[in-house]
């Protein structure tokens, strides 16, 4: 059984005592949440082990985890082990393996990640790892993240060509010669601290490279002649494939791949001609300029929106695709686009790429019960589209735009902030909605899961309409664990798990910000690193002996009239971001002293 293989991974580990409560007596895993610490559970079943910061050492015994057929990651960062290489290869699934800030040494061999095909991400950052870079890493088709800094790894860089890989640092080693043109756009920071590396994006090699730098690539057995004139080829090769390549991205990944779109830009998204809502299975198809093409004439005939309420106006995917567009934004999770309808509706289309947790039937009943769901402050699904690779969920369009936008994003432009009255107003309408979703979800544990201000749309009169709920379910789990807010929470960052409470504490980061008119910049950043960094923005904005100084100063006059209320609101705010969950207020407590707090100006 699972528990019985964790026992046995647990028994070579030495000093593990951070993994006490590993007991076969209650099962690893409840539903999606972890009962056994460092567990990433869904629906029962193992996905990741991640044990950070445990001061764990001895042997990482692979052949127990190879009994569990779901996991995909693994993360020990932080932790004192010693030992060579594991043979991790035995796991062929893994996905992301996270290794750094050890004490690892020894050289991988190279052929350690052979037939590994699902590997995404490795990390070995800051460990005592010796020899050649393994050469099985150039043949990982999805590999997308490599950090090897910190290491003492020698030789020449092996030649990556895999256009998936955007993360790549190898900083700080001992390596030589020259770097291959495929990573010659990753910046030089990336490569700084090496013994002898030279070429794009760090200072041509000379030619003919002088005795005392010269650096044979010991792998590919070629002369160092035959080596530039391939280099200049394959660079001027790679010069073409990388425009071609970041043309296209470009017109994927509007917001130039910006995690998650910085509210403090322009308020005004940038207006586009064209751009691609529907991939259909690899081909893109423009909205409005190439509308009469045959090719998207086919693939428009093939696709079907679904509606899910039947009060509002239908359109087909032709009228989409027929329709100009623009770009909203690209958040991690997710690219929005504004689209206008030629009967001159306004709509807004998410395009999701991982959003396969559950097979289409399931999905098509989610989605039916989201539609389902009515209440003046949730911004309700109108339509969606299934495909096995992408789904669209579309909306209507709000023309005030973000809470984000407008607390953050009109300083700079001379217009009025939000005075107390309507922040007051968009914190009750915020919590009423989500008092709404958990009585209409109860089965989640998490019924909004990803509240943040940029969902939050501002509607008429500022009446704020949630966005983005409900999907937990339906996300990957492994995007869903770097990105969604539920996941950036202190139960999760400590103890894997998510719980009742979890989405009030989003919500009391949500007040904080409204109060403070501070943005947690860490929504910015994906994944580890971030998550710390949200649960103690709290207490960089209000420090423990906090006064007025902590409000809004854009608040203006209401700031001296209403403090009282404003300093009940905070602390309120503060009970729901309160780390550890018991003492934290529940949600029905919160909305109730919530709704207590007076608009007295
Ligand atoms: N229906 C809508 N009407 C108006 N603006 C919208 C609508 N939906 C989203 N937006 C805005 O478009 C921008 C991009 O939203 P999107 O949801 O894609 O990303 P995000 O919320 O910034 O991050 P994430 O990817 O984590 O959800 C945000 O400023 C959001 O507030």
Sequence with gaps: SDSELLIKFKSSLTNADALSNWNPSTPP????????????????????????????????????????????????????????????????????????????????????????????????????????????????????????????????????KQP?????????????????????????????????????????????????????????????????VVSIVVALAVIVIVGVIFILHRRKSPAGGACVENPSSSPNPHKKSNRDIVDDGGSTHSVSSHASSSSTRRAADSLKLSFVRDDRERFDLHELLKASAEVLGSGCFSSSYKAALTNGMMIVVKRFKQMNNVGRDEFHEHMRR???????????????????????????????????????GYQGLGQPSLDWPTRL????????????????????????????????????????????????????????QDTMVIYKSPEYVQHGRVTKRTDVWSLGILIVEILTGKFPASFLQQGKGSEMGLANWVHSVVPEEWGVEVFDKEMGGSLSSSQGEMVKLLNIALACCEGDVDKRLDLKEAIERIQGVKDTD
Aim: neutral net charge; glycine residues 8%; charged residues 20%.
């Design 425 to 480: 107003k968009i914190v009750k309408g915020i919590a009423k909605g989500l008092e709404y979703l958990y009585k209409e979800m109860p089965s989640l544990i998490a019924p909004h899961g990803h509240l943040k201000s940029s969902n939050v749309l501002l509607g008429e009169s500022f009446v704020p309409l949630l966005n983005d709920y409900g999907l937990v379910p339906v996300i990957n789990q492994e995007l869903a």
């Design 370 to 408: 989201i539609g389902r769901l009515s209440h003046p402050n949730l911004l309700p699904l109108v339509a969606y589209y299934y495909r096995k690779e992408e789904k669209l969920l579309v909306t209507d369009y709000v023309k005030h735009g973000s809470l984000a936008v407008r607390l953050h």
């Design 164 to 228: 998936t890989l955007t993360v790549f640092n190898v900083a700080n080693n001992a390596l030589v010669g020259e770097i291959p043109p495929a990573l010659s756009k990753i910046s030089s920071v990336s490569f700084s601290g090496n013994r002898a590396l030279c070429g794009a994006p760090l200072e041509a090699c000379k030619t003919p490279i002088s005795d005392s730098d010269q650096a044979p690539n010991p792998k590919s057995g070629a002369s160092v002649g035959s080596i530039v």
């Design 29 to 160: 895993c409840n539903g999606n949440n972890a009962n056994w610490v460092g567990l990433l559970c869904a629906s029962d079943k193992i996905w990741g082990l991640k044990l950070e910061k445990m001061e764990l050492k001895g042997v990482i015994d692979v052949e127990s985890l190879t009994g569990l057929p779901d996991l995909r990651t693994i993360s020990l960062m932080h932790n004192n082990f010693d030992s060579n290489w594991p043979e991790f290869n035995k796991l062929i699934a893994l996905k992301a393996l996270y290794l750094s800030n050890n004490n690892f040494t020894g050289s991988i061999p190279d052929e350690a990640f052979q037939n590994m095909e699902w590997l995404k991400k490795i990390h070995v950052s800051n460990n005592q790892f010796t020899g050649e870079i393994p050469m099985s890493l150039t043949t990982l088709p999805k590999l997308k993240e490599l950090k090897f800094d910190g290491n003492k790894f020698e030789g020449a860089i092996p030649d990556f």
